[in-house]
């Protein structure tokens, strides 16, 4: 179970990591947390910059400076237009290093990026970057995605039963105090394919298939009810196929605002591999997306 006391959030300053940035105020806002807000001068540009210009260039601190002032006005309408306690903080080097350091040294509960971004976060979001960054922490990441308006409304938590499913809903939970849950389950008819060319008629799979979804929603109800939730504050949702595109779609279908998943999955051969479905949903999702990076013992 997390509790939000340190939101650590990465801006490059582009106006798509400016969304990022506003949603982490929201969410310092709504739980109490101090929102600490994180620009890195990426150590290797700096390095190229040195090399042409000379070490010590009146450009290169032109560029810190100019960097630490939008910084600071960030952090300080951030503080005003959300009510939210906001530090600033600056630093150059590796990017993702910085990142985990930060993040350790703040002990931040959450991480928050931006899906896009004008600079290092576009970078940073896009291929095996962003799967880079989930491999190293165990922290959750929140990747925003919409222009945030409002509190997370509906929020569909994808379920497989692994340890990693209940960290998942726990910083649901967290990040989204007053959504309503969608509790997803995705089942697939193992050997189908093989079950018919052995000769198994469509009515026996038909009723395998019935079983295998009933079986699916008795696991759903229970889980919810081991968590603590209450009926009005979850609905359930089983569905058949591959759960990276049913994810996908049944968030649209629901209208959700927020998609929350374990960083692993009943696949897992380590901590050093990332799951497929937390891949494909993070290059083809549309919503903010919260990905949990702990299991249960």
């Given at each position: 179970?997390?509790?939000?006391?340190?939101?650590?959030?990465?801006?490059?300053?582009?106006?798509?990591?400016?969304?990022?940035?506003?949603?982490?105020?929201?969410?310092?806002?709504?739980?109490?947390?101090?929102?600490?807000?994180?620009?890195?001068?990426?150590?290797?540009?700096?390095?190229?910059?040195?090399?042409?210009?000379?070490?010590?260039?009146?450009?290169?601190?032109?560029?810190?400076?100019?960097?630490?002032?939008?910084?600071?006005?960030?952090?300080?309408?951030?503080?005003?237009?959300?009510?939210?306690?906001?530090?600033?903080?600056?630093?150059?080097?590796?990017?993702?290093?910085?990142?985990?350091?930060?993040?350790?040294?703040?002990?931040?509960q959450l991480l928050v990026?931006?899906?896009?971004?004008?600079?290092?976060?576009?970078?940073?979001?896009?291929?095996?970057?962003?799967?880079?960054?989930?491999?190293?922490?165990?922290?959750?990441?929140?990747?925003?995605?919409?222009?945030?308006?409002?509190?997370?409304?509906?929020?569909?938590?994808?379920?497989?039963?692994?340890?990693?499913?209940?960290?998942?809903?726990?910083?649901?939970?967290?990040?989204?105090?007053?959504?309503?849950?969608?509790?997803?389950?995705?089942f697939q008819i193992?050997?189908?394919?093989?079950?018919?060319?052995?000769?198994?008629?469509?009515?026996?799979?038909?009723?395998?298939?019935?079983?295998?979804?009933?079986?699916?929603?008795?696991?759903?109800?229970?889980?919810?009810?081991?968590?603590?939730?209450?009926?009005?504050?979850?609905?359930?949702?089983?569905?058949?196929?591959?759960?990276?595109?049913?994810?996908?779609?049944?968030?649209?279908?629901?209208?959700?605002?927020?998609?929350?998943?374990?960083?692993?999955?009943?696949?897992?051969?380590?901590?050093?591999?990332?799951?497929?479905?937390?891949?494909?949903?993070?290059?083809?999702?549309?919503?903010?997306?919260?990905?949990?990076?702990?299991?249960?013992?």
């Amino acid at each position: 179970m997390i509790h939000l006391a340190s939101i650590l959030a990465a801006t490059d300053l582009s106006a798509p990591s400016r969304l990022a940035a506003d949603r982490a105020a929201r969410l310092a806002h709504e739980t109490g947390a101090t929102l600490h807000l994180l620009h890195v001068l990426p150590g290797g540009a700096l390095q190229e910059l040195r090399q042409w210009l000379g070490a010590g260039h009146a450009a290169e601190n032109q560029l810190q400076e100019d960097a630490r002032r939008e910084l600071h006005e960030l952090a300080a309408r951030l503080q005003t237009m959300r009510h939210a306690a906001v530090s600033p903080e600056a630093a150059s080097g590796p990017v993702l290093d910085e990142i985990g350091r930060h993040a350790e040294r703040l002990d931040a509960q959450l991480l928050v990026l931006g899906a896009r971004g004008a600079g290092y976060l576009r970078r940073l979001m896009v291929g095996t970057t962003a799967e880079r960054l989930l491999r190293r922490t165990t922290r959750p990441v929140l990747v925003v995605r919409q222009t945030p308006h409002e509190p997370y409304r509906q929020a569909l938590v994808a379920l497989d039963f692994s340890p990693w499913s209940a960290p998942s809903l726990s910083a649901a939970r967290h990040v989204a105090p007053h959504a309503h849950l969608v509790l997803m389950s995705a089942f697939q008819i193992p050997f189908e394919d093989k079950l018919r060319f052995a000769g198994v008629d469509d009515r026996t799979i038909g009723e395998y298939r019935q079983q295998a979804r009933l079986d699916a929603a008795a696991r759903l109800d229970a889980f919810a009810q081991d968590s603590g939730l209450k009926p009005g504050q979850w609905t359930p949702c089983v569905v058949e196929g591959e759960a990276s595109l049913r994810i996908v779609e049944q968030a649209q279908e629901h209208e959700c605002d927020l998609v929350v998943l374990g960083k692993h999955g009943q696949s897992a051969a380590e901590d050093l591999l990332l799951g497929s479905v937390t891949k494909h949903v993070l290059a083809e999702g549309s919503t903010d997306l919260l990905v949990s990076g702990t299991r249960q013992p």
